[in-house]
């Protein structure tokens, strides 16, 4: 017997939903739902994709906001920063667009697939939010100049402890 195990990931995802009150996007053909989050940060909210495969779910905060080309090496070098140490997911650029992101990966297994549950969705879910909240400002003052990346790091990382 083959199992869709995607279509289990997606049901565990739209159960977490349900459980929660998340008025989403349903999943689309490539196994892809949203919802927006609010963040503690002046960006205020973020568009978080549920990306459902045959092995893993991605959980990824788009970020509600681009960095130019003028700005792209100071962003990538405070982006870079703050992934140093990060123990769950990371920060990630797309230095052609200037999209930002933040990504959790939950791998539910091959041989022994079990979907995520409730607590690991919330987990991942909560893991994207408090890093954008963390890390927001700091990054929209180097995304507008006002601060060097390191500066913009440090501040980050002893104001949010």
Known sequence: MDR???KEIIAAV???FERKGVKYKPFNERGMARATYG???KLKHVDVLFIASDDKLMVRSILPLEAGEDERAKVGEFLLRANYGLKIGGF???FNDGEISYRVSL???DEEFAPPTFEQIEYALIVNLMMVSKYGDA????LF???EPKD???EAESSAE
């Open 39 to 41: 963040v503690k940060s």
């Open 152 to 154: 913009a790091i440090d």
């Open 139 to 142: 990054l929209l003052k180097v």
């Open 107 to 109: 791998y539910c297994g």
């Open 4 to 6: 869709d195990t995607r």
């Open 92 to 94: 990630d650029f797309d």
């Open 145 to 147: 100049g006002l601060v």
């Open 14 to 16: 739209e159960d977490f």
